[in-house]
């Protein structure tokens, strides 16, 4: 890892020269479906760790937010018939804009009680994806979404798909670099090391934290539209509490608060299972093992810096000598 840090730009390269040409080098539908997963979840995991990893909410319910995306994307493409290019925005602001509904009453909490909102709002909206049936087609789904067309010309081939979703992976974590290395950038990560001091020093941390939650869940919007012209279907069951799991796991076992480390997890834990589908009914196990796994041997994610571990440690030796303390006082 250390190596692929100090060599950015040789290791930036190869890896974009591989993936332009990965659809030209396997002509196989079932292992281009596979590559076109990976990107998705990259992006998933990307907009995810932009709220868990820079700003320290914890958000265990970015289901919901791709839900609104999909489902959006295919209302007004069936019943308005309006472009993929088109709908791109439009899902990302729609996710953004549930996020504020969400963001607005909720994020003076911390902690657990910010996560159990996320999960409760992420099964809302689900349960309501399920319920109006009048919009949603409730269990039914929304079939029969559009192909995306290209200067008239439609998108069929997984080829087709795989460029189009690494060209929106790509944009995204240019962005999302971009933007973390910026002034708002250090504003969130002052706010995920010490809030009351970012307050004192007058960072606005409640408008930057809801910035932050509309940022990250934008690209889940994105995330959700693709996902909708992909796969010609959307229903309720695409977008269940485990997929938030999952998406979670993605990004602790990578590591939170690196751009490299969802990556790494989306592609781990993609291609996992389905490297071993005799065990795909275990899926949720084998991710709960690799976050147990990883929080043990390394607990700042697979791309994580040392210096996260080493604080990490200190906060446990802390904790300890506290106990021992207070078990003393208390004795």
């Known amino acids: 890892m250390a190596w692929f840090k100090k060599h950015w730009f040789v290791s930036t390269t190869f890896a974009a020269i591989i993936l332009l040409v990965f659809p030209l080098l396997v002509d196989n539908d079932y292992y281009q479906r596979v590559a076109i997963t990976v ?25 919901a937010f791709y839900c609104v995306g999909a489902y959006v994307a295919a209302i007004l493409a069936t019943r308005y018939h309006l472009s993929f290019w088109v709908l791109l925005p439009i899902s990302g602001a729609a996710a953004s ?16 009680f910010l996560a159990m909102c996320t999960l409760g709002f992420s099964e809302i ?27 008239g010309v439609p998108l069929k081939y997984n080829w087709q798909f795989y460029y189009v979703i690494l060209g929106l992976a790509a944009l995204a974590i240019f962005v999302c670099h971009r933007v973390v290395h910026s002034r708002i950038g250090r504003a969130w990560i002052a706010i995920r090391e010490d809030e009351l001091a970012a307050r004192s020093m007058g960072v606005p941390t409640f408008l930057y934290k809801l ?9 889940a919007g994105v995330a959700g539209c693709f996902y909708a012209f992909f796969s010609s279907y959307v229903s309720p069951d695409s977008f269940t509490l485990d997929e938030g799991f ?23 834990l993609t291609v996992l299972p389905e490297a071993f589908r005799f065990v795909a009914e275990y899926r949720l196990v084998i991710f709960g093992l690799a ?15 040392t210096t996260l571990s080493m604080r990490y440690r200190e906060a446990q030796k802390d904790d300890v000598a506290s106990d021992i303390e207070t ?5």
């Open 97 to 112: 804009l549930a996020s504020c509904f969400l963001g607005l009453p909720t994020l003076r909490l911390k902690g657990i």
């Open 125 to 151: 909206v689900r349960l309501t994806a399920l319920n109006w049936i009048s919009l949603t087609r409730g269990p039914m789904g929304i079939p029969g979404i559009p192909f995306p067309e290209v200067f």
């Open 211 to 219: 910035l932050n939650l509309a940022f990250g869940t934008f690209w």
């Open 246 to 268: 999952s998406i979670l796991a993605m990004v602790l076992v990578g590591g939170q608060g690196t751009l490299l480390g969802p990556i790494i997890g989306a592609f781990f």
């Open 291 to 305: 976050i147990l796994v990883t929080m043990h041997v390394r607990p700042q994610g697979i791309a994580g810096s």
């Open 327 to 331: 078990g003393g006082i208390a004795s």
């Open 39 to 63: 990107l998705l979840y990259m992006v998933l995991a990307t907009s995810l760790n932009i709220i868990n990893g820079y700003s320290g909410q914890f958000n265990i319910g970015h289901a």
